[in-house]
């Protein structure tokens, strides 16, 4: 019984946090405030491995893990409160105080506010604890009770409205948040992409294989893969957004809404995004079609100048609705490559899950120096004065793409027939281009594959080797060169500080 009342007392304290939070700010309810402030913690070793095991499931592996030991612990505290009036109490308000620090201490957080969810949940839990654990000590009031029974009727009618009391303030918590959240659904179903004033140049014939197995040359929006801190995916409202331009060398400030952005010239790209955090031959590639504001327009519009103009300020950060900061080389920005401010991605307003209303995608640049999602601040300032999200977490200030390439098919340990077997993949190298693929078989000579014809430099290209496969068990390696004649190193390096390189192989039996 003392297990059950701690369990129930955990439930209170969470569910009171979720009105609480709601009116505060919704990413502090506790869960989610320990988990971002663990995150954040994260040294990139674990962030990687996490990334390797769990994949884009890492953080509902982090949810569960809170929610498991919580419930261990209000089991504990239970258990403890009936043998220590009030240590169990005390251990309650304890997790407040450590759930409150950590929300205020999240980027996003908009001040000690943040603290109160946590705080005004563990006051609740801890009450709801000493309340029924008194239930459990005292004898009933019924007749025939003797000295040692517990107060059955009292600790029952006490634990039914504790838990119909928490189940309420949870669904108000609730209900008061998806309020919000169905105003940006409908701020998002509301918007109608403008046709681009300089649209995306035809994807030539040709540069779509159609080999089964091969990642297609468009990924559609629900494929792309995802990479972000964020435990719940912002649902930012697009008509009270607003996005600041301001900083170093900015002698116009802006601040711009959704319909402002709409309202300019759109140009539309076919843009290959890249994660720092994918392993030679992972998943976290993607290539879309993009709509947005030339974002060196802007900036110049702003008074901005690149360094080698004369500009103050050689970075830009990006600042999100949900605390991440993304900082980017000006001078890259404003060489003249198609760097957007997307709003819009193959065609659709951008999906929620990447970046609504709007975001950053440059051409060359991994996701975590470039491409801020649910950007609301864009600050001009220098690599000396500040160090982005990542940079103070050790990776590379700087970070363009490295040239890779990847056998999409066959898959590895698949077991093909022997004789012609198709094999073909993708490779990338943005804002330099994919020059030629080559393949090896064993320890063999490197063969020219077949690139598929080339859409951009800032776009990969596809690739495809017709192998004559002998019987037994094969090594195929592939390896890219790009536009400057470099071809792909072999030397294998880790993801971190600033992107993994090496060959990608595949082994394969043919039968
Ligand atoms: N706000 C925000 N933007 C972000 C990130 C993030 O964690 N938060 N992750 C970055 C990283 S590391 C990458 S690789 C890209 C991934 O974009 P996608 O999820 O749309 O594929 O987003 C970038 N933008
Ligand atoms: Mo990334």
């Known amino acids: 019984m003392g297990a059950l009342s701690g369990v129930l007392a955990g439930f209170s304290a969470l569910a009171v946090a979720e009105p609480v939070a709601a009116l505060v700010n919704p ?5 989610l405030a320990v988990g971002g402030a663990a995150i954040d913690r994260t040294p990139a070793a674990v ?4 990334i390797r095991e769990f994949g884009t499931d890492d953080k509902l592996v982090l949810r569960l893990g809170i929610l498991a030991v919580l419930t261990l612990s209000a089991l504990a505290l239970g258990i403890l409160e009936l043998r220590f009036r009030r240590s169990g109490a005390a251990g309650v308000l ?14 996003d957080a908009a001040g000690p506010v943040d603290a109160l969810p946590s705080l005004v949940g563990a006051v609740a839990g801890a009450a709801v604890l000493s309340l029924l654990a008194r239930r459990l000590r005292s004898p009933g009031a019924d007749h025939g009770s003797r000295p040692g029974d517990w107060d059955r009727r009292g600790f029952l009618l006490a634990a039914t409205a504790a838990a119909a009391a ?9 209900a008061l948040r998806g309020a919000g959240s169905r105003d940006a659904v409908a701020s998002r179903d509301a918007v109608v992409l403008p046709a681009p004033a300089s649209p995306a140049p035809a994807i030539p014939k040709g540069a779509r294989l159609r080999i089964p197995g091969i990642s297609p040359f468009t990924t559609p929006n629900d494929d792309f893969y995802r990479v972000d801190t964020a435990l719940t995916v912002p649902r930012v409202n697009a008509t009270a957004w607003r996005l600041r331009i301001h900083g170093e060398g900015v002698t116009r400030p802006a601040t711009l809404s959704y319909d402002d952005l709409l309202r300019r010239d759109l140009i539309e790209r076919d843009i290959t995004l890249t994660c720092v955090s994918n392993e030679v031959g992972g998943p ?17 519009e702003c008074g901005v100048a690149p360094p080698s103009r004369g500009g103050p300020a050689d970075q830009l950060v990006a600042r999100s609705v949900d605390g991440m900061t993304i900082g980017s080389p000006v001078e890259d920005l404003m060489d003249g490559r198609d760097a957007l401010l997307a709003l819009g991605m193959n065609g659709r307003p951008l999906p929620f899950d990447h970046g609504f209303p709007a975001r950053m995608v440059v051409p060359g640049l991994y996701g975590y120096v470039s491409a801020c999602k649910w950007i609301e601040d864009i600050e001009l300032t220098t690599f000396d004065a500040y160090d ?24 590895p340990f698949a077991r093909p027939k022997a004789g012609l077997v198709m094999v ?12 030629g693929v080559e393949v090896r078989v064993d320890d063999g000579p490197w063969r020219r594959a077949r690139p598929a014809a080339e859409d951009s430099r800032d776009t990969w290209r596809q690739w495809s080797y017709a192998w004559q496969a002998p019987k037994g068990t094969h090594t195929l390696t592939v390896r890219a060169t790009d536009r ?20 990608h192989s595949v082994v394969v039996t043919v039968e």
Do not use: C, M
Not at 287 to 295: D, E, K, S
Not at 484 to 503: H, L, M
């Open 424 to 435: 073909a993949g993708v490779a990338w190298a943005q804002h330099r281009g994919i020059d």
């Open 27 to 31: 990413q502090a309810r506790p869960v």
């Open 388 to 411: 982005a999200y990542w940079v103070k977490r050790d990776w590379a200030r700087e970070a363009p793409v490295k040239t890779q390439s990847r056998i999409d098919t066959p898959k």
């Open 47 to 50: 962030k990687d491995w996490a």
């Open 94 to 107: 304890l997790f407040g105080v450590v759930g409150g620090a950590a929300a205020v201490s999240r980027p």
């Open 484 to 503: 400057t004649g470099e071809t792909q190193t072999e030397r294998r390096t880790r993801t971190a500080p600033d992107g993994a390189s090496g060959w």
């Open 166 to 174: 928490s189940a309420g303030a949870g669904a108000l918590g609730r």
């Open 284 to 300: 976290y590639a993607g290539n879309a079609r993009w709509l947005g504001v030339r974002l060196s327009d802007l900036l110049a």
